[in-house]
């Protein structure tokens, strides 16, 4: 792969992740509206005690979610100071990282994803792997998990 293709590769790869991103930030949003009229619509009855209940956890499902959205939109604003322009020689932040059965982005946490038809790790650079592979370089083993990994290639 050219300097150009793996520069071109990290910003997809880059892209992905947004996209992940911000179709979980609109999923949040919806699932607090949905939550907040829940609450509302939950109509006063003759058993209030049931009544003040409903409605409890109508609001606690909307924190749940607010918060939820809150750590989407941190991971978003983390992603975009991700430098994806630069071919490393050493795992960093905005690396890809490929071992013998997995490969990795050091950039978003959104986790195993398929990404035209290649399975790849997207970490978090403050993720437990992300923080033991970094500084590593090509050549280079690391063990998590009880399972041992060489890195074939970093850029």
């Given at each position: 792969m050219t300097r150009e293709e793996k520069l071109a590769f990290k910003h997809s790869l880059k892209q992905f992740c947004q996209a992940v991103i911000e179709q979980r930030i609109?999923?949040?949003?919806?699932?607090?509206?949905?939550?907040?009229q829940a609450a509302n619509n939950e109509e006063k009855s003759s058993a209030g005690d049931k009544y003040e209940t409903a409605r409890a956890m109508g609001h606690l499902d909307k924190d749940m979610h607010t918060r939820q959205l809150m750590e989407n939109v941190k991971e978003l604003a983390n992603l975009q100071q991700?430098?994806?322009?630069?071919v490393y020689a050493g795992v960093t932040t905005g690396?890809?990282?490929?071992?013998?059965?997995?490969?990795?982005?050091?950039?978003?946490?959104?986790?195993?994803?398929?990404?035209?038809?290649?399975?790849?790790?997207?970490?978090?650079?403050g993720a437990p792997l992300a923080k033991l592979m970094?500084?590593?370089?090509?050549?280079?083993?690391?063990?998590?998990?009880?399972?041992?990994a060489v890195i074939e290639d970093v850029f």
């Amino acid at each position: 792969m050219t300097r150009e293709e793996k520069l071109a590769f990290k910003h997809s790869l880059k892209q992905f992740c947004q996209a992940v991103i911000e179709q979980r930030i609109q999923n949040g949003k919806a699932l607090i509206d949905s939550a907040q009229q829940a609450a509302n619509n939950e109509e006063k009855s003759s058993a209030g005690d049931k009544y003040e209940t409903a409605r409890a956890m109508g609001h606690l499902d909307k924190d749940m979610h607010t918060r939820q959205l809150m750590e989407n939109v941190k991971e978003l604003a983390n992603l975009q100071q991700v430098n994806a322009t630069q071919v490393y020689a050493g795992v960093t932040t905005g690396a890809y990282i490929q071992c013998s059965t997995t490969s990795f982005f050091i950039a978003a946490g959104i986790g195993r994803q398929v990404y035209n038809g290649q399975t790849i790790v997207f970490l978090s650079p403050g993720a437990p792997l992300a923080k033991l592979m970094m500084g590593k370089q090509a050549g280079d083993s690391f063990v998590f998990g009880g399972s041992s990994a060489v890195i074939e290639d970093v850029f």
